[in-house]
């Protein structure tokens, strides 16, 4: 474990999800992707809103959930992100506090209503998602702290965050504060679509050396990488990212680092419920290992079981005890 103060400081949207079940024509009647995410503005966020079914309302956004996992796995993890002086942002600040994460950032009454991810899951489990980003797209440097990032040992960072100028900004300053303080940087690729706006600038801190440890599934690694074919993708990016791990839903994982490669197949379930948060719990499996020292295989071996226990329910934070699902593990 690191000697410093908070073993992961994530940043990310603070977003509050609402979940329900819909079937392949509400998609089409909204001009939804299946298994997609699209931003969405406030009075396309009421309408589906409207249309959609009865919805369970659970603290969400993809880095939020990753530290609520590493938090789960008994790390010390905080959290920076932005919500609106309303109601959604007292839930979201209750519920991430109540994990055992540190949560200090302010609420603002001039940045917007809190987000809220809109989640549709079809019969085949897959979750298709329309975001109003709301306050969470305000999130300014002033948030971000050389002391606050300092006191990290990772840097989590949350690639959907990337799309608004202001969070953008202040993911760069974090990016060089942590260069500058022993701070190791993972990001999160999160969407092929995030990868379709911003490839140039990923690349970018790729060849910069900016990036220490890098999170994609198979899909959005394929459009950075600009290939058809893993293999090639992984060959590109040999010697350019310290760490690479690409995901591959029931095929398993792949890590790479420093000529070292190590798989592990995904873990058996009982039952695929709803896929929402499978790579946010990976990455904090992964994470988990990493910050204790384990191997590649082992940090991949807890990524599938997080992402595991996540997909046997809805909503994307764990409900049963990951330290136990682990067991000797993290030890």
């Known amino acids: 474990m690191s000697d410093k103060a908070v073993d992961v400081l994530a940043i990310g949207n603070a977003i509050v999800d609402v979940i329900a ?28 809103y409207t249309d959609m079914g009865p919805g369970r309302e659970l603290s969400g956004g993809s880095a939020a959930n ?11 993890t905080a959290f920076i992100g932005q919500i609106g002086n309303d109601e959604l942002g ?4 209750h519920d991430i506090r109540s994990l055992g994460v540190d949560f200090g950032t ?21 979750r298709t998602m329309s975001t109003f980003l709301g306050a969470a797209q305000r999130l300014d440097s002033s948030s971000v702290t050389q002391a606050r990032i300092a006191s990290a040992g990772i840097l989590y960072l949350e690639g959907y965050l990337w799309d608004p100028p202001e969070p953008r900004a202040a993911m760069e300053a974090a990016i ?22 911003h490839r140039a600038d990923f690349l970018r801190l790729i060849e910069q ?17 600009q290939e058809t074919d ?22 398993g994982a792949i890590a790479c680092s420093g000529g070292e490669r190590a798989h592990v197949p995904a873990e058996p379930i009982a039952r695929l419920i709803d896929t929402t948060g499978a790579g946010d719990l990976f990455a904090a ?18 990524g599938a079981i997080a992402a595991s226990e996540v997909i046997q329910h809805y909503g994307a934070r764990p409900e049963l005890d990951l330290t136990a699902l682990a067991g000797p593990l993290l030890q």
């Open 21 to 48: 079940d819909a079937d392949d024509s509400f998609l089409e009647q909204h001009g939804m992707a299946k298994g997609s995410m699209r931003l969405v503005d406030a009075a396309e966020a009421e309408r589906l």
């Open 66 to 76: 990753t530290v609520a996992g590493l938090a789960a796995l008994g790390l010390r």
């Open 90 to 93: 007292e839930i979201f600040r």
């Open 106 to 126: 302010p609420s603002r009454g001039d940045a917007g209503p809190t987000a809220r991810c809109l989640i549709v899951v079809t019969a085949d489990a897959q």
């Open 176 to 197: 060089d504060m942590a260069r500058a303080s022993d701070t190791k940087v993972a990001f999160t690729l999160s969407d092929g679509f995030v990868v379709e706006r």
């Open 209 to 225: 050396g900016k990036i220490d440890i890098l999170f994609a599934n198979e899909l959005e690694f394929l459009h950075l990488a």
């Open 230 to 251: 893993l293999e090639p993708a992984i060959s590109k990016f040999a010697g350019k990212l310290p760490t690479l791990v690409v995901t591959q839903s029931e095929h």
């Open 285 to 302: 499996g992964f994470l988990a290992g990493q910050a204790r020292g384990k191997s590649l295989e082992v940090s991949l071996r807890l």
